[in-house]
């Protein structure tokens, strides 16, 4: 529960870097959380959900991309359909980079 905690206390951080592991199981509860309530019928409750996770969506991504050496900005290649998510997905899956502009690597000091 700690990956979809974690993010949701950092609400609407958008400085710092973020793991790819801290992501991806972010958007696997977003994305199970919206599976369960759509396949139970819950069309409202789930569009009510997902505006609450917009916010914490964008903030973990853009810190995502910060931990790849990138801006937060790229996420709007969200806006071009297709390509822009899958240009992202590439993006966001690649390992992270040393220190840079965005802070010390997370990956730094923490047992594998």
């Given at each position: ?9 950092k ?8 793991r ?5 199981m ?22 009510l ?7 914490p ?12 050496g990138?801006?937060?900005w ?39």
């Amino acid at each position: 529960m700690e990956y979809f905690i974690g993010p949701l206390k950092k609400y609407a951080e958008f400085s710092g870097r973020a793991r790819r592991q801290e992501f991806w199981m972010f958007m696997l509860f977003c994305f199970g959380i919206q599976f369960v309530l759509t396949l139970l019928g819950l069309e409202t409750i789930s569009l009510l959900v997902s505006l609450a996770l917009i916010v914490p969506n964008l903030s973990v991504g853009a810190r995502r991309l910060h931990d790849t050496g990138r801006s937060g900005w790229w996420q709007l290649l969200l806006l071009i359909p297709l390509i822009g998510f899958i240009v992202l997905i590439v993006f966001w899956a690649q390992d992270s980079h040393s220190a840079n502009n965005y802070g010390a690597n997370p990956k730094e000091g923490v047992p594998a």
